[in-house]
């Protein structure tokens, strides 16, 4: 099976409550990558030499990292990226305000960013597929920044994607439009649909990606 079957396969087992595919694989991806580098990559060499060039990792990725534990892998870590800092700071003041900008060199970051061009392409291409399409129908819901990536890779190939992505849109703005209309008084006794309940959450999904991925 071909790296791009693979990834529309991934693809295809994240549409579901109308998530964002391509967010939903890149999370879980990013989940695999640290559990290994907490269990297995903080003893490879390579990894650690990558590591060293990147200085640390982005704040996103820092603290997610964290989250999942493993003090003598932190210690490990953090003891070369703040001797690093410290370093800068002694002997490269210039220098020091580049401590504080976005780390662009995140090994996270540049995985995932490696990983949503090969996912954004395969969407693209499969979508072809009748029943990619219909999974994409009945399950998924592209945010905006990937569906603007997938016009922007696509072009005019994409234009059956944006046509069922704005429908999806249109829908969970009836669901909001709802929300507004229940809060008023006169309507407030009105029971809210399972929809409806989780419309606001979604909305920011939609907007901006699922957290953590962006």
């Known amino acids: 099976m071909t ?22 694989q890149l999370d879980a991806g990013t989940a695999k990558g640290m559990e290994n580098l907490l269990y297995e990559g903080i003893n490879d060499l390579d990894t650690r030499k990558r590591l060293y060039h990147a200085r640390s990792f982005c704040a996103r990725h820092a603290h997610r990292l964290a989250q999942m534990g493993d003090p003598l892998a932190h210690a490990i870590l953090y003891s070369d990226f703040i001797a690093l800092a410290m370093e800068t700071i002694e002997t490269a003041p210039r220098k020091v305000n580049s401590l504080n900008q976005t780390n662009e060199n995140c090994l996270f970051c540049v995985r995932e960013k490696e990983a949503e061009a090969i996912y954004v392409s395969a969407f693209i291409e499969a979508y072809a597929e009748a029943d990619f399409s219909g999974r994409y129908a009945a399950g998924g819901r592209l945010c905006i920044p990937h569906l603007a990536l997938v016009m922007h890779l696509g072009g005019r190939k994409t234009e059956a994607i944006v046509k069922a992505t704005l429908e999806k849109y249109r829908t969970l703005v009836g669901h909001l439009s709802e929300i507004k209309r229940k809060n008023d008084y006169r309507f407030k006794d009105e029971e809210w649909t399972p929809e409806e309940k989780a419309a606001w959450q979604a909305a920011v999904d939609t907007m901006n990606g699922k957290e953590g991925t962006r």
């Not at 790296?3 to 579901?16: E, S, T, V």
């Open 3 to 24: 790296d791009r079957n693979i990834a529309r396969h991934k693809l295809y087992d994240h549409m579901h409550d109308l998530q964002c595919p391509i967010c939903e």
